[in-house]
């Protein structure tokens, strides 16, 4: 029972690593990556190369978080049972599932989010890893998805759009390269900064 109890532990964990990773690779400002890995930091030039394929990542990430995520809840639910008499799963999952919502699925998501860059780098050991599994049956299935339906990935434009952290970064980085003037650029972020302005403050 006490292995049980440390393997529903761990998978707690694991699916909160999971969760966190999700919303840090798609957080993650990507200039300040590439600035990075261009720099020659070999851990930014592997989230690059994760970046270039994101549905292979995202889709390994919901295969192992569903696996976990799985195993916990089969493991509450023997033990409930074993230990209090309980039954029904759904009297389970309205005691499991809170705890696994806010402890493996919010908080991890939250702090990802605000140390999405400094998480990846971290954590990239468990990133090759998660390749290492997965990659391998997603390329194929990704593959046969493109063969048997020639439209699937047809039409699948680049993502032009970045966040306004992100553009802020282009536009220090062209200011530094001379690209961008200092007049232009103290233009451009009062113009992002307007939203910002209360209307007292310039009456």
Not at 64 to 90: C, L, P, Q, R
Request: proline share 3%; aromatic share 14%.
């Amino acid at each position: 029972m006490i292995a049980l109890l440390i393997v529903a532990g761990l998978s707690m964990i694991a699916s909160a690593f999971f969760s966190g990773a999700e919303m840090a690779f798609v957080s993650a400002n990507k200039l300040k990556l590439r600035e990075m890995a261009d720099s020659g930091d070999k851990n930014a030039k592997f989230i690059m190369r994760l970046q270039k394929q994101p549905n292979y990542f995202l889709t390994a990430v919901l295969i192992g978080n569903n696996i976990v995520n799985v195993t916990a809840i089969s493991i509450a639910t023997y033990v409930f049972k074993e230990w209090f008499g309980w039954t029904s799963e759904w009297a389970v999952m309205l005691v499991f599932a809170p705890t696994l919502i806010v402890f493996s699925e919010m908080v991890p998501k939250d702090y990802c989010r605000l140390t999405a860059i400094s998480f990846l780098l971290a954590n990239t050991f468990w990133l090759r890893l998660l390749q290492a599994v997965f990659y391998g049956p997603i390329v194929m299935f990704f593959k046969a998805m493109k063969y048997f339906l020639p439209s699937f990935q047809q039409g699948a434009a680049r993502d032009i759009f970045v966040n306004e952290e992100e553009f802020r970064s282009l536009i220090e980085e062209s200011t530094q390269s001379g690209i961008v003037g200092p007049q232009e650029e103290k233009l451009i972020h009062t113009i992002l900064d307007f939203e910002r302005i209360q209307v007292r403050s310039v009456m």
